[in-house]
């Protein structure tokens, strides 16, 4: 069977969006917590809405934990503030630095 040369990225894309539908099935998009995040006493740099910053994070639905591709829209020393689109709903969550890779582009792991 052959690939689809003209979007090339767009089974990679279907196969997230599923996974997405059937973690958020398992539970809410879960977040670190204001205590966790000390957002008080801790700088916050915020990405420019001009030019997207694009990661791969691990994101956790009630007990389902799945990798997707996200926007990074905001971040300290420890956090990353992070945007999914599930379904059309864009949500928004707070996760460790350590589960947030940065890739180039929105496609690069597709």
């Known amino acids: 069977m052959g690939g689809n040369r003209r979007y090339p990225h767009h089974a990679g894309r279907l196969a997230q ?7 958020r099935s398992r539970g809410p998009l ?3 917590t204001d205590e966790q995040l000390m957002i008080g006493s801790r700088v916050v740099s915020i990405a420019p809405d001009n030019t997207p910053l694009w990661a791969r994070a691990w994101l956790r639905f009630g007990e389902a934990d799945v990798r997707a591709t996200v926007r ?6 420890d956090a990353v503030g992070l945007a999914v689109d599930v379904d ?10 350590g589960a947030v890779t940065r890739i180039a ?6």
């Not at 969006?17 to 973690?23: I, Q, W, Y």
């Open 105 to 110: 582009s929105q496609d690069a792991e597709w």
């Open 72 to 77: 990074v829209l905001r971040w300290t020393s």
């Open 30 to 32: 879960q977040s670190l």
């Open 17 to 23: 969006e599923r996974e997405l539908r059937e973690a």
């Open 88 to 97: 059309g709903q864009v949500l928004r969550c707070w996760v460790w630095q």
